[in-house]
């Protein structure tokens, strides 16, 4: 057969030139890759403030990351120091605090982080870099984030500590002690928990549990016969209510009783476990049992998701002639603002709320021994004060200041070993420094020092009123022996 004309059979490429044809399906396969593990790749979770964050969080992060820039650009030595917090709660199951506090928190730190390198002159060398830590996620997304902060430590960024650490559940406490075998210097901000005293390289400038409890018992020794009872949160991960309980409990007897025999904590079991299902429906039916013991003051041990349902519960109490004052911890600082809906109706609830904060404004100036003014001022209205920065924030939940005061605290040591020459100490020698030497911190929450488990030694406390719409009023500053520290010596003022 001849052959057939007007057709071109010209041999594919890959046969005519097999050599191109492999390099460039090699490229393709390179691109393509690339492109994937770009896109599959996990984020970061330490970061000078760069990347994409929740609206909630963009404005601070980005002077964060404005500011390390700064720093970087600066012939200055330069350390680092980061804040470890779930950046995003909503997507964080086990995490306790509200988007607000988170905010907070990050605006305290920046604050104290740009106080260093800007307003301190000569005497803070060298500059500090934030950088933000994002334990974000299930209850093992502290592994990620503790991993990337220990590769930190032997970078040119020159981590030396981690503060803030988010709050008293169990997460917390493992990276807390995977950061101590890797010889990170920890300051805690707000966790409480009385279970995470003595870890090996961790101070905090937070009172726990058990002076929380002991002060809030002074409160409530001054009035007449107090016939109390316990609403506890069951749930075995989070050591903040099991030992908020314990220390009612104790401090109870320890301080209330005493001072009037006629006082007493029933024997009256009221629990449930936000862990389960229908927590809320359990808190609803505890009421009229509160109603039939005769109590008059109640120790809630629960975290702030929990109490507003209690509270509304007890304004359809039988009982609504008594007077019921309900007391807890800290963490009703999350109530802390201004509620879209009222936490309870107020109208003939006839009742009282009362929580013991960490930090609020009006001590300043009720007893402004009991607080460093220069450290005070940076909250007050003038240049780079927080206002300045942050205008139309609120300092009334106390996330800002301390964890301006847990930055203050880890920039304070960075600085003694400046004062000796050393402008770059290790993650160790900082940790060291932080859980054995006597020193004493200028904080904004109150003078601060640290007993041989890095808890402060008689921390001032701020009793606060929670009102229905969200709003606190400051009733008093006392501390767990009674009385607001009367100077930086940490002895008790005289009343």
């Keep these: 057969m001849s052959e057939q004309r007007g057709f071109d059979r010209r041999a594919p490429f890959r046969k005519v030139h097999p050599f191109w044809f492999g390099l460039l399906c090699v490229l393709l396969a390179g ?10 790749r996990p984020r970061p979770r330490v970061t000078d403030g760069s990347g994409d964050y929740t609206a909630n969080l963009s404005p601070v992060a980005e002077l964060i990351r404005r500011e390390n820039e700064w720093v970087r650009g600066q012939s200055t030595p ?10 995003d709660p909503v997507t964080s199951p086990t995490s306790t605090q509200s988007t607000e506090s988170i905010r907070h928190a ?48 032997a970078s040119e960024e020159h981590l030396v500590a981690v503060t803030g650490l988010g709050s008293s559940v169990a997460g917390t406490e493992k990276a807390i002690d995977e950061l101590a075998t890797a010889q990170i210097a920890m300051v805690g901000a707000v966790i409480t ?5 003595g870890k090996a390289t961790m101070v905090r400038v937070s009172p726990p ?18 016939t109390a009872v316990l609403v506890q949160d069951e749930d ?8 908020l309980a314990t220390s009612f409990t104790s401090a109870f007897a320890d301080v209330v009783v005493p001072a009037n025999r006629r006082s007493r904590l029933l024997d009256v079991s009221l629990t449930y476990s936000s862990s389960l299902d229908s927590a809320d429906t359990v808190l609803g039916q505890m009421p009229e049992r509160i109603c039939n013991s005769g109590a008059n003051v109640v120790f809630f041990a629960g975290r702030w998701q929990n109490l507003p349902p209690f509270l509304r519960a007890l304004t359809r109490r039988t009982c609504v002639d008594r007077k019921i004052t309900v007391v807890t911890g800290d963490d009703a600082s999350n109530l802390n603002r201004t509620q879209q809906e009222p936490i309870w109706d107020d109208t003939r609830a006839n009742l009282e709320v009362y929580y013991t904060a960490l930090a609020h404004p009006a001590a300043w100036d009720s007893h402004p021994e009991a607080v460093q003014p220069a450290t005070a001022n940076r909250f007050r209205p003038g240049t780079d004060s927080f206002g300045a920065k942050f205008p139309g924030e609120i300092l009334d939940d106390g996330q800002a200041i301390m964890h301006h005061d847990a930055m203050l605290t880890a920039i304070g040591v960075v600085d003694i070993y400046a004062a000796q020459g050393t402008t770059r100490p290790t993650a160790s020698a900082v940790a060291n420094m932080l859980t054995s030497a006597p020193f004493t911190v200028p904080a904004a929450s109150g003078w601060i020092s640290f007993d041989k488990k890095g808890n402060p030694v008689n921390k001032a406390i701020p009793v606060l009123r929670l009102l229905p719409g969200g709003k606190v009023t400051f009733s008093e500053l006392t ?15 005289v009343p």
Excluded: C
Excluded at 31 to 40: D, H, P, S, V, W
Excluded at 113 to 134: K, R, T
Excluded at 479 to 493: D, M, N
């Design 78 to 87: 330069y350390v680092s120091i980061a804040v470890m917090l779930p950046m």
């Design 31 to 40: 691109a393509l890759g690339a492109g994937l593990f770009l896109l599959l």
């Design 236 to 243: 075995g991960s989070d050591s903040y209510t099991s030992t």
């Design 209 to 226: 549990n058990s002076a929380q409890a002991k002060a809030i018992a002074h409160f409530l020794k001054e009035r007449d016969a107090v």
């Design 193 to 197: 928990s009385d279970k995470l005293a």
């Design 106 to 153: 990050l605006q305290g730190a920046y604050l104290a982080q740009y106080w260093s390198n800007h307003n301190e002159g000569d005497a803070s060398a060298p500059n500090v870099q934030l950088l933000l830590a994002d334990s974000s996620g299930d209850g093992d997304a502290w592994r990620a984030t503790v991993g990337e902060l220990k590769e930190k430590t």
């Design 479 to 493: 501390s767990e022996i009674g009385a607001p520290p009367g100077g930086p010596g940490g002895t008790a003022r």
